[in-house]
Each structure stands twice: as structure tokens, then as C-alpha cells.
């Protein structure tokens, strides 16, 4: 019985998803450009890093699944998604639909399936930053397109670091030395353990979205990084979300559970705080190298309680989705 119930839990947080057929296989176009207007995977090489060190990485085929609004037109906008550490799961596909319904283009892109990953519950075995490089070279294929204009990037929870990134110049010189760059950024419920001087050059404008009960990437860091740099001349905005949990916009978590033995990221120092190297290295601001996944899990077992809820939250679903519209029709229209 007690099987049964982790499994039923399990079903609930994943939305149940199916196995997947990765589309990328030796028969494969790999694109470094498209100039097509359907609906399709579209197989593109990635640096696998953990981090934005020059030379650090190697070449891996992922994919991402591009699609159009219904009605078409001679130039759209588009928005490129990333995932959380669950991966790709079926409440995703609301946002798809909803960008596509409002006119825009949407990439989504697979980290996982390449990587022969399915759920990161120790959050450790990529990094926000790998996500990152996907999305980067994600848009570099995206702006090939003759009828794509401005690109937005959205992620949520570990895949909401690299919006956050996105928002500082120093950070995003180290991807192909700053030759593109995203429109608008989003993260919902993200990972905001990032900081960098307060005198730092801000490039995208960024939203960021939180649930104010949020145990797992709990919304305080989220609210520094804001305080800290609300007053540079390209914005940086936040909505707090009374109410609601880490997954609030997940229909699957109705019920709501708790997890026992995952981490809550709520304690905040110098030696939990990160920040990126002049060399592109993940560091805490007490100079603490994050190599890879050994010592990132060592700072996530140092910098948390165990213990976290994940709950879904109509109204506060309800308003992301408001908002993220009203966001990228102001940032790119």
C-alpha cells in the first residue's frame, strides 16, 4: 500500500507523462538554421557544460519542439520555454497554448531527454546554467528564421535561473561574446540564488514570479535580487503570489503534498549565495568553486531545510498567465 501511495504521488506531481521517442536519432536533420513555418522537433547542438567557462563542455544533440499559432502571419514573435527539474510535464502544454493563442511562436526545448535524465529531486545533476547554454543556442537558431523577430525566454524553477542570468551583461558576454541576446526574460517560482555587484550592466528585462509560501525556492532571494537592482535603467520586476506553493500553476498537484526529504533553499549567507567567476565558473560570494554536481549538492544540503510542499493554486495560476501575456505584449510589441 505504501508503494501504491508513492506512486500515485509521484503520477500527481509528474502529470503521468508517457515515454518519450527522443527525435533525434542518427537519421536526423540537425539544424543550425530554419526557415520553416510548421509545427516540428527541431534537433540542434548544444555545449553540455555546468557552467560558462571558455573550452569547458562537450557537443550534444538535444531538441526542442517548435510551434506556430494557428493563424498565420508573415512575422510572429516567439518565446523559448524551459522546464523544471521535473521535466517536460503535461501542465506545460496550457503555456504553449496560450502563447500560440495570443500570436506567438514557442520553442520548447527538451534538457533532459538527451541527457537520459527524467527528475532531478537532488537538483544537482545539470545546472540552471546548463539549461542556460540550451536556451542561448536555442535563440541563435531561432533569429535564423525570416519571419521570427524578438524572442523571449521563459523558465520555471531551476529552469528560471537563466531568465534571471539573462538580465546581466556580464553574465551573458560569455555566450558567444554577447551576440545575442533575449527581449524579455521570465521565471516563475525560479531558483534566485544569483547575485552580482549592484553596479552591474542589466540587459534583458526580467519578471520575475513567486508564490509567497513557497518553500522550496523560497521568493526572500528572489526579493533581494529585486531590491538590489530595481533602480537600473532596464527593468527588473517582481510579483509576489499570495498564497501559493512551489508548482502553483500545476493542476496535477490539486491536493497538495509534502515532501519530506527535499530541500528548501531558504538559508541565505555568503557561503550559499552565488555568483559567476570572471572566468564563467559558478562560485559562492565566499569564492567556493561549484565544479559540477558532487559539490553543487554539497551546497544545496548546507543551504537548506528538509522538508518542502508543492501545491496548486487557480487564482494564482490564473494570474501568471495574465501576466505573462501582459509582459511580453509590453517588452515586444
Same mark, same amino acid.
Given at each position: ?6 506512486? &500515485? ?37 548544444? &555545449? ?12 550534444? !544533440? ?7 499559432? =494557428? ?15 521535473? %521535466? !517536460? ?34 537538483? $544537482?545533476?545539470? $545546472?540552471? &546554467? ?10 541563435? !537558431? ?13 523558465? +520555471?524553477?531551476? %529552469? ?17 561574446? %554577447? ?20 553596479? $552591474? ?14 518553500? /522550496? ?5 528572489? &526579493? ?11 527593468? !527588473? ?7 501559493? +506553493? ?34 564563467? =565558473? ?49 517588452? /515586444?510589441?
Amino acid at each position: 500500500m505504501k508503494l501504491i501511495g508513492i506512486l &500515485i504521488i509521484l503520477c500527481s506531481l509528474t502529470g503521468c507523462s508517457s515515454t518519450k521517442v527522443n527525435p533525434c536519432d542518427n537519421n536526423s536533420t540537425i539544424y543550425s538554421k530554419i526557415t520553416s513555418s510548421k509545427n516540428q522537433p527541431i534537433c540542434f547542438q548544444t &555545449i553540455d557544460r555546468y557552467d560558462l567557462e571558455s573550452g569547458s563542455g562537450e557537443k550534444l !544533440i538535444i531538441y526542442g519542439n517548435l510551434s506556430f499559432p =494557428k493563424i498565420k502571419k508573415n512575422s510572429y514573435d516567439a518565446v523559448i520555454v524551459s522546464h523544471g527539474s521535473g %521535466g !517536460i510535464r503535461n501542465y506545460h502544454n496550457r503555456y504553449i497554448e496560450l502563447l500560440n493563442n495570443n500570436g506567438y511562436a514557442v520553442f520548447q526545448i527538451d534538457h533532459y531527454l538527451s541527457r537520459d535524465l527524467k527528475f532531478d529531486k537532488t537538483f $544537482s545533476k545539470v $545546472s540552471g &546554467i546548463t539549461f542556460m547554454n540550451d536556451a542561448y543556442r536555442a535563440l541563435s !537558431i531561432l533569429k535564423t528564421h525570416p519571419k521570427i523577430n524578438k524572442v523571449a525566454y521563459i523558465g +520555471w524553477s531551476q %529552469g528560471g535561473v537563466g531568465p534571471i542570468l539573462s538580465h546581466f551583461k556580464h553574465v551573458t558576454d560569455f555566450i558567444d561574446n %554577447g551576440k545575442y541576446n533575449f527581449d524579455a526574460s521570465i521565471a516563475i517560482y525560479p531558483y534566485c540564488g544569483f547575485t552580482f555587484d549592484k553596479k $552591474s550592466l542589466t540587459t534583458t528585462p526580467l519578471l520575475m514570479i513567486t508564490g509567497r509560501n513557497d518553500d /522550496l525556492t523560497p521568493e526572500k532571494a528572489c &526579493i533581494n535580487l529585486y531590491d538590489k537592482f530595481k533602480n537600473n535603467s532596464n527593468k !527588473i520586476n517582481h510579483i509576489s503570489l499570495k498564497g501559493s +506553493w512551489h508548482g502553483y500553476d500545476n493542476p496535477y498537484l490539486l491536493f497538495g503534498y509534502t515532501f519530506d526529504n527535499l530541500p528548501g533553499l531558504n538559508i541565505i549567507n555568503d557561503s550559499c549565495t552565488l555568483t559567476i567567476s570572471e572566468r564563467g =565558473k559558478i562560485i559562492t560570494l565566499s569564492n567556493e568553486v561549484i565544479y559540477g554536481p558532487k559539490e553543487s549538492a554539497s551546497i544545496i544540503d548546507r543551504c537548506s531545510t528538509k522538508g518542502v510542499k508543492v501545491k496548486y493554486n487557480a487564482d494564482a495560476a490564473s494570474r501568471t498567465r495574465e501576466a505573462i501575456i501582459e509582459f511580453l505584449d509590453n517588452q /515586444l510589441r
